[in-house]
């Protein structure tokens, strides 16, 4: 079976990485995430992916803290969950290289775009970390950015729900699943999938987004072979 896309980049949240535990690292979610990316390289799909890093930092609760300064702890935390997931997938036999936006070069490479095209096509995971680089800018916009500067085919956004819903699914049973959308619409209903600057990107640069359930981690391979789930967001 052909994979429909040929470049993806993943977004996946920190929280995502942490499991039931909320916080830290769980290394079997991870394990089962990371099983899913390698079903997609060994597809020869070409993985890049932007992690978040709420499992360990989340600024907007850091109380008085500086705003820049609580958004680049946020980012060091991000640089954290990176390595994580670069060492499983090592240990998977997967060739995986970590950039970073904010230079680290004893633990991460710089974030060069070319280099990580380079990366890409030589069958490796790029895996990037530190956001944007920049405070007041969220790790969605930092995987809209990176998905048009190398180019992906599509911008697989894995989060705790199967789709993009009117409103709440866990509070509203009457929450309504949308198959298709535009990021128009996505800005203009509020709807909580993505900041407005992450969506304004995509759309500007006419990224195609798929929103989908990591609660099964096999919905990233699915999701790059073209099957139908989650919800599909472009600009028509």
């Given at each position: 079976m052909e994979p429909k896309y040929k470049r993806i980049l993943v977004k996946i949240s920190g929280e995502a990485?942490?499991?039931?535990?909320?916080?830290?690292?769980?290394?079997?979610?991870?394990?089962?995430i990371c099983s899913s990316l390698k079903r997609c390289v060994?597809?020869?799909?070409?993985?890049?992916v932007v992690v978040g890093g709420g499992n360990f930092w989340r600024g907007r609760s850091s109380g008085n803290m500086d705003r820049t300064r609580a958004d680049h702890i946020?980012?060091?935390?991000?640089?954290?969950?990176?390595?994580?997931?670069?060492?499983?997938?090592?240990?998977?036999?997967?060739?995986?290289?970590?950039?970073?936006?904010?230079?680290?070069?004893?633990?991460?490479?710089?974030?060069?775009?070319?280099?990580?095209?380079?990366?890409?096509n030589k069958g490796r995971v790029v895996i990037f970390g530190c956001g944007t680089g920049n405070?007041?800018?969220?790790?969605d916009t930092a995987a809209a950015l990176r998905a048009a500067e190398i180019q992906a085919d599509v911008l697989l956004k894995a989060t705790l729900?199967?789709?993009?819903?009117?409103?709440?699914?866990?509070?509203y049973d009457d929450a309504k699943k949308y198959d298709t959308l535009t990021f128009t619409e996505v800005m203009g209903r509020g709807l909580g999938v993505m900041d407005s600057n992450a969506a304004a990107l995509c759309r500007d640069n006419k990224m195609k987004m798929l929103v989908f359930?990591?609660?099964?981690?096999?919905n990233i391979y699915d999701a790059a072979m073209g099957e139908d789930i989650g919800t599909l967001v472009y600009e028509a």
């Amino acid at each position: 079976m052909e994979p429909k896309y040929k470049r993806i980049l993943v977004k996946i949240s920190g929280e995502a990485l942490a499991g039931d535990n909320k916080t830290g690292l769980d290394f079997d979610v991870i394990s089962d995430i990371c099983s899913s990316l390698k079903r997609c390289v060994d597809a020869g799909v070409q993985v890049a992916v932007v992690v978040g890093g709420g499992n360990f930092w989340r600024g907007r609760s850091s109380g008085n803290m500086d705003r820049t300064r609580a958004d680049h702890i946020g980012m060091l935390a991000t640089a954290m969950n990176a390595l994580a997931v670069a060492d499983v997938l090592e240990h998977m036999g997967v060739d995986v290289r970590v950039q970073t936006a904010i230079t680290m070069r004893q633990v991460a490479e710089p974030y060069l775009r070319n280099k990580a095209v380079s990366h890409l096509n030589k069958g490796r995971v790029v895996i990037f970390g530190c956001g944007t680089g920049n405070p007041f800018f969220s790790t969605d916009t930092a995987a809209a950015l990176r998905a048009a500067e190398i180019q992906a085919d599509v911008l697989l956004k894995a989060t705790l729900v199967d789709g993009v819903y009117d409103k709440d699914p866990h509070k509203y049973d009457d929450a309504k699943k949308y198959d298709t959308l535009t990021f128009t619409e996505v800005m203009g209903r509020g709807l909580g999938v993505m900041d407005s600057n992450a969506a304004a990107l995509c759309r500007d640069n006419k990224m195609k987004m798929l929103v989908f359930d990591l609660s099964r981690p096999d919905n990233i391979y699915d999701a790059a072979m073209g099957e139908d789930i989650g919800t599909l967001v472009y600009e028509a």
